[in-house]
């Protein structure tokens, strides 16, 4: 035997742990979860009582990637969660981003909603009627006022919903749906991404109603905010000449269809912001229950062997990505208890 050689067997390794997690809801909130999960290597599957992604509050959301116009009306922690919410689905899913910004414009005689709009925000510079209609041509004239957000962003929601589960599937994700995950067990941890659905009192729901018209006669590049004190509007552009309406908050968990009431407040607003809205076709209409907390922040809360996700109000898209790395963080214990409150901290420094 050579010397320094002994005859010790060699001690087998040990066997390699793999994290099985179910995700609970496909909603943007859980596929959001499901990739942080399975990027860090965890087994993933996803459960959705629905037969597909569609049909959900996602479904129907703007997918306006917005921090400071959202500050507007916001506490501080929606912008600070917020603001690289761009950048995660740009680099998560490449090509689905639209790096515009935003423009806000108002009426002449809405001036005054303006200059609030503006002293509630940042990342913003105040455009004359020129510069909008360098921006938006088809908005020339229209406006002598605006305020533009260089920084923002938009997506397409459905369309990101789609790429994402394609993504999640190369990646091995399994998706079950029609499933009650209530019958579901065999994993080592749950995230809860159920929204509405969620066993929590202190939820509440809060209605979004939107319309998609269709219009060639107008063009916009990015999304467009129309103040106004009643009922404020937002347009974002899609493809093929369509361009989603929307929306109205309504505190109430009806899930029945768009009212007459706000279909002719967000069709009369669409026309005032151009009127060749006046001619489009109404080719959707949809409404979604939001889930939100008294305060109107995101929580990720845990509790045993779960972890969960809710509260993100209307801004699924825009703080989903936070939202998903907290709770990720939670799993792989790479957080503590501060960590899964750390919005909580954050409303009191707001």
Request: aromatic fraction near 6%; glycine fraction near 10%.
């Amino acid at each position: 035997m050579p010397a320094g050689e002994t005859d010790a067997p060699l001690m087998p390794e040990a066997p390699v742990t793999v994290m099985r997690v179910l995700v609970k809801g496909a909603g943007v909130a859980g596929l959001t979860a499901a990739f942080e999960l399975a990027a860090r290597g965890a087994t993933v599957t996803v459960a959705e009582t629905r037969h597909g992604i569609c049909g959900n509050a996602s479904w129907f959301a703007g997918g306006m990637l917005a921090p400071w116009c959202e500050r507007e009306s916001a506490e501080q922690p929606v912008l600070d969660l917020g603001c690289d919410a761009a950048d995660w689905w740009d680099a998560v899913l490449p090509g689905q981003v639209t790096r515009a910004g935003t423009l806000v414009v108002a009426a002449p005689r809405e001036a005054g909603e303006l200059d609030r709009f503006a002293s509630r925000t940042s990342g913003h510079r105040r455009v004359d009627e020129d510069e909008i209609a360098l921006l938006e041509p088809d908005l020339a004239g229209r406006f002598r006022r605006g305020l533009f957000f260089p920084d923002e962003a938009h997506l397409d929601p459905r369309h990101a919903m789609a790429a994402l589960h394609d993504r999640l599937a190369a990646m091995g994700v399994e998706f079950r749906f029609g499933a009650d995950a209530r019958h579901i067990s065999g994993f080592d941890r749950r995230i809860d991404c159920t929204g509405m659905a969620a066993e929590d009192d202190g939820l509440r729901g809060v209605r979004g109603e939107m319309l998609i018209l269709r219009t060639p006669d107008i063009s916009l590049s990015r999304p467009v905010r129309l103040l106004h004190p009643r009922f404020p509007l937002y347009v974002v552009p899609r493809t093929d000449h369509r361009f989603m309406v929307g929306a109205t908050m309504i505190e109430s968990q009806s899930t029945g269809p768009v009212t007459a009431r706000s279909m002719m407040e967000l069709l009369g607003a669409a026309y005032a912001l151009h009127p060749a809205f006046g001619e489009a076709g109404i080719i959707e209409t949809g409404a979604g229950v939001r889930p939100a907390f008294p305060d109107n922040l995101p929580r990720v809360e845990e509790c045993g062997s779960t972890v969960a996700i809710n509260g993100l109000y209307r801004h699924g898209f825009l703080l989903a990505p936070a939202m998903a790395r907290q709770a990720a963080d939670l799993v792989f214990n790479q957080g503590t208890k501060e960590l899964a409150h750390e919005t909580d901290g954050q409303r009191r420094s707001a």
